[in-house]
């Protein structure tokens, strides 16, 4: 039976190579063109093109104002400390899992490294203390949120939420709902340096980013996040140990969340339990919209990297033309709805090979 199967079924792939070439050009170049966008390189250039569109609208709406250097600077800025989070969001999310406790994390890294201890101990030693504090609490909520995930077998989406709602009200404790003023002249005045008119938040962020970019796709860490994520039980049995790079994961997206608390920190010179708010949403937003899949097993910090700068210069447009937050979330929710939709397209027409 199986002989027989074989002969039938080959003359139909004969069949159906044999008849390609009488498709008319325009089915050969929609294929061509669907195939390209189905590539990594192919959809980073889409994005280009969708931020390159956005500034040309930036500069027909607000004419010099917008095409600054200054302004570019302030996107860039406001750019860094999202984009920090949404690289760590990246890995999550490849490897499968999902984390709605980044904003939180990021309120209670700031607060714990601007209480009068912290700073004291700052002030008697070295600024470099509240760094190391922030960090420390960012990469101790991430592998909280990874052992629950990984060993204790709660949902990634209800483990970070409990940590969303754990973190944020200890932040509130801690700083009895009051914005803590950093008093630290070392710390304030290292993140004001520029390096070569550039920003120092913003080169921490590219930093994070070349980092990111490396580990994801130059070793075998991010090897193994991929596969992860494609299929935790085919990696399990390659011999990864999937739980504990889940933990691996979850501590990383926590330390990124550290890093980003340091540079709202000093960016606003203040710790507050209202840092970071809807940072996860954004984050995911851009994680999406740069074309890793929700899913798992495919992801790309370059289109993170581009999805974080078309959400921060969209904002910089509408607060340009003085429109309201209401409408650009809005239109942020259009766009990930579009991306999403986008996505499904192009996974149905690599998966079935139609044009």
Request: net charge positive.
């Amino acid at each position: 039976m199986t002989q027989e199967r074989e002969v039938t079924e080959t003359p139909t792939a004969e069949a159906q190579s044999a008849q390609e070439p009488l498709s008319g050009s325009g089915n050969e170049r929609s294929g061509v063109m669907g195939v390209v966008l189905g590539t990594s390189v192919g959809r980073n250039l889409g994005l280009v093109v969708a931020l390159v569109v956005l500034c040309l609208v930036g500069v027909a709406t607000g004419g010099q104002e917008f095409a600054s250097i200054d302004n570019a600077l302030t996107i860039l800025r406001l750019a860094a400390v999202i984009g920090v989070v949404s690289v760590g969001m990246t890995f999550v999310i490849t490897g499968g899992g999902i984390d709605l406790s980044v904003g939180a994390i990021v309120a209670l890294s700031s607060v714990w490294a601007t209480t009068l201890a912290t700073q004291s101990l700052a002030r008697g030693n070295h600024w470099t203390v509240m760094v190391a504090v922030a960090l420390l609490v960012g990469l101790g909520c991430g592998l909280i949120n990874g052992l629950l995930v990984a060993y204790g077998g709660v949902v990634p989406f209800i483990a970070t939420l409990a940590m969303l709602a754990a973190a944020r009200g200890l932040a509130e404790i801690i700083a009895q709902r009051r914005t803590q003023i950093v008093n630290v002249p070392g710390f304030t005045d290292f993140f004001r340096h520029d390096v070569l008119g550039i920003p120092l938040l913003v080169i921490i962020f590219i930093l994070v980013a070349v980092v990111g970019w490396i580990v994801l796709n130059r070793t075998t860490f991010g090897r193994r996040t991929f596969a992860v994520g494609g299929n935790p039980e085919a990696a399990r049995l390659a011999g990864i140990n999937v739980k504990r790079h889940t933990v691996a994961l979850y501590a990383l997206v926590g330390l990124c969340c550290g890093i980003a608390a340091v540079m709202i920190v000093a960016r606003t010179t203040t710790g507050s339990s209202t840092h970071g708010t809807l940072y996860e949403l954004d984050a995911i937003a851009a994680v999406v919209i740069g074309g890793t899949l929700l899913s798992g097993g495919r992801g790309t910090i370059v289109g993170t990297v581009l999805g974080v700068l078309i959400f921060t210069t969209l904002s910089n447009v509408f607060s340009q033309n003085n429109l309201s937050s209401s409408a650009q979330s809005v239109a942020k929710g259009i766009i990930i709805v579009v991306a999403v939709l986008l996505q499904q397209r192009l996974a149905a027409r690599s998966n079935s090979g139609s044009p």
